[in-house]
């Protein structure tokens, strides 16, 4: 069954986002959508799982639009990235296209506008599909390599993506090294070539380089193709269970975060100078101290009235909902889509509550 | 009858009956209107007002303006409901320690 692609939806304005939600929700290609309004939590949302595409606004309160589109590129450089704003500026927009952005597009005011949004967006996802590098999308690793030797050049292919870089050094049309951080020669370049995108780049050719690889580059190639057929049979299943545990391990709270409607997490000790742990909160200080003192005036005024122990606190706000709940001396504070009912808002506290005491 | 009284299982006393009703209040946590019964305690209800008025008030200034409240106990749900500046809150019990006046 093919997985669904997953966009990021950035944008301040809690309307908007709804609004597009629904939009991209209706797309053939039925993409998860998960949207975020700072973009300390759209990142926290890229690091703790993979998604396909980010649409950004750029003008946002505190971290801005161009903030987050270059630690995006720099951290997740596999992901397209569209800027969707009101801000009709050509500086803008040459920022953001020089930074990588795939599309740069004012927010849709038409039906006509807003169906070519949605057609532009089916088309990026599509392409998603067939991997690539940055800046040559159409073309594979493999087209690369064939077409720097066919012309007899020489150069260095760098390729960057996270956590990873690699180079393959070509000296008039030969493959003649290959690097990665951890693998030097052919080996070095079997591992290149099974990464399905990143970004690219060609340096000039260094003609001191030492050769490693005496293969020829057609040699090489075909021994590639012969590994990746075998391994392309159970390639999908052993990649997606190996992406789900990598980015669910990087936090404790990210796992949390994954139930459905969940905005931010955070955990609290109870005594102030303690540090807290949170997940898509840009300023947890000030809320961590609200949490602290709404769980000791509740209390407080639990023991007087001798109503039992104090079990959970739930919040409705305008902008967000926000749930407490407590473990010893530490609090869970968890907030919450602003679309949840007070029951589901009750009911989804509890299971992440049970799932944080386990 | 007396034997009997030695074998049955000797209840609890409770020490607070909590009621079930809502009464409301202004943004000094002066009550305004009320449900409950008159036995419960006029500085509890107090108490309970000025619990919610702060939390509301300290949620605004941390940048996360709440319209309600609702604290769950082992026998009490507190519902508190922000009413321009004041508060509209609900008592509802649960279990053996309810009583409806």
């Known amino acids: 069954m093919p997985t669904r692609q997953k966009i990021l939806l950035l944008d301040d304005e809690q309307d908007l986002l709804d609004l597009y939600r629904d939009l991209l929700l209706e797309l053939p290609s039925r993409p998860e959508v998960h949207t975020s309004n700072s973009g300390a939590r759209a990142i926290a949302l890229l690091e703790s799982e993979p998604f396909s595409m980010l649409i950004s606004d750029l003008r946002m309160p505190k971290m801005d639009g161009l903030q987050v589109l270059a630690i995006v590129r720099r951290k997740f450089p596999q992901i397209r990235i569209v800027v969707m704003t009101a801000v009709v500026d050509e500086q803008y927009r040459s920022r953001a296209y020089a930074m990588g952005v795939d599309l740069f597009w004012e927010k849709p005011r038409t039906n006509e506008e807003m169906n070519l949004f949605r057609d532009c967006i089916e088309s990026l996802l599509g392409r998603q599909d067939d991997g690539g590098f940055r800046g040559i999308q159409s073309k594979s690793l493999v087209d690369l390599i064939q077409l720097e030797c066919l012309s007899h050049s020489s150069s260095v292919l760098k390729m960057t993506k996270p956590g990873e870089s690699g180079s393959i050094w070509v000296a008039n049309g030969e493959v003649i090294d290959a690097a990665t951080i951890n693998l030097v020669g052919e080996a070095a370049f079997k591992e290149i070539l099974s990464w399905k995108n990143g970004t690219f780049e060609i340096l000039p050719a260094e003609p001191k380089r030492v050769r490693t690889i005496f293969t020829s580059y057609q040699g090489l190639l075909l021994d590639f193709a012969q590994a990746f057929d075998e391994k392309k049979g159970n390639e999908a299943s052993v990649q997606s269970a190996a992406c789900d545990t990598t980015f669910l391990t990087r936090s404790p709270l990210a796992a949390l975060s994954r139930v459905d409607g969940v905005e931010f997490v955070m955990t609290v000790p109870a005594k102030e100078d303690a540090a807290c742990d949170s997940w898509g909160l840009e300023n947890a200080g000030p809320l961590a101290a609200w949490t602290r003192q709404t769980q000791k005036r509740l209390r407080e005024l639990g023991e007087k009235l001798q109503t039992g122990d104090l079990k959970q606190i739930e919040g409705l706000g305008l902008q967000r909902h926000v749930g407490i709940a407590s473990r010893g001396d530490t609090q869970l504070c968890v907030g919450f889509r602003r679309t949840m009912t007070a029951d589901q808002l009750h009911e989804t506290l509890k299971n992440i509550s049970t799932k944080w005491a386990s | ?101």
């Not at chain 2, 500085?43 to 309970?48: F, Q, T």
């Not at chain 2, 409240?69 to 749900?77: C, D, H, M, T, V």
């Open chain 2, 1 to 101: 009858m007396g034997i009997l009284n030695f074998f049955s299982t000797p209840v609890p006393k409770l020490t607070v009956k909590l009621p079930s009703g809502s009464f409301t209040v202004d943004g000094r946590g002066r009550v305004l209107a009320s449900t409950l019964p008159h036995s419960f305690p006029e500085p509890l209800m107090m108490e309970i007002s000025s619990a919610v008025l702060a939390i509301f008030k300290d949620a605004k200034e941390s940048g996360l303006p709440l319209l309600e409240i609702i604290a769950r106990y082992g026998g009490l749900k507190i519902v508190g409901r922000e009413l321009r500046g004041g508060a509209i809150i609900f008592l509802k019990p649960k279990g053996l320690q309810a009583y409806n006046s």
